[in-house]
């Protein structure tokens, strides 16, 4: 029997089980050849380099992420997209690290950028904003999401700092330092769309003679 011929996938699936076992910085084309019990050249031939590996893992992560039965209305919708988006970013060791930096040119990170500014357009948002209120949600997103996945692989705590020396800090220290990703990452997402809807209400107003 000749010997099975690997595909990109493959590859690609290898490389997301070594990121979810041992973190981001293991991922390399020689451990996933490694992993694979093939040539580095196997796996360089399918994926090129690293940081195509890592485009291609970003978005194996997004082809998780559906995109089916959103609400009608376009912030409701684009609030619900990225809400789906972290959901899956945290199902995964480092998703957010891996995310980062990423240009949408993989066929489901195209998909979810186009819903994001789609969705933010028909809310009516004037385009130039709907580009940069998609890409103020997007970073906003995975600065988030990492600062989450890094405080649970750190699990340390921050200790109030003296009351003399910074008394701000240590009496809202249970705000500041209390854990709570959710409630910050409602915080910051609602403060984004709460701008754009100014942005479409503006719009909508007629313009004095």
């Keep these: 029997m000749p010997p099975r011929r690997h595909t990109r996938q493959d590859v690609v699936d290898a490389a997301l089980d070594l990121l979810n076992e041992r973190g981001l910085e293991a991922v390399t084309i020689r451990e996933v050849a490694r992993r694979m019990r093939v040539n580095v050249n196997t796996v360089s031939f399918q994926v090129g380099t690293k940081a195509r590996l890592l485009g291609l893992m970003s978005d194996a992560v997004l082809a998780h992420l559906s995109l089916d039965d959103l609400p009608e209305d376009g912030f409701q919708r684009a609030e619900e997209i990225v809400r789906r988006y972290r959901h899956t970013l945290l199902t995964h060791r ?16 195209r998909d979810f950028t186009e819903k994001l500014v789609t969705a933010l357009i028909s809310a009516g948002v004037p385009d130039n904003e709907s580009a940069h209120g998609m890409w103020a949600l997007f970073y906003f997103l995975l600065g988030i999401t990492q600062e989450q996945q890094a405080s649970q692989a750190a699990a340390t705590s921050e200790e109030a700092p003296p009351a003399d020396t910074h008394p701000t800090l240590h009496r809202l220290h249970p705000q500041l330092f209390a854990e709570d990703f959710d409630a910050r990452y409602d915080f910051g997402v609602g403060a984004i769309l709460a701008r754009l809807r100014q942005s479409a209400m503006a719009r909508e107003q007629p313009m004095d003679n």
């Design 94 to 109: 480092d998703g957010a690290r891996l995310t980062a930096g990423n240009a949408p040119i993989e066929e489901h990170t």
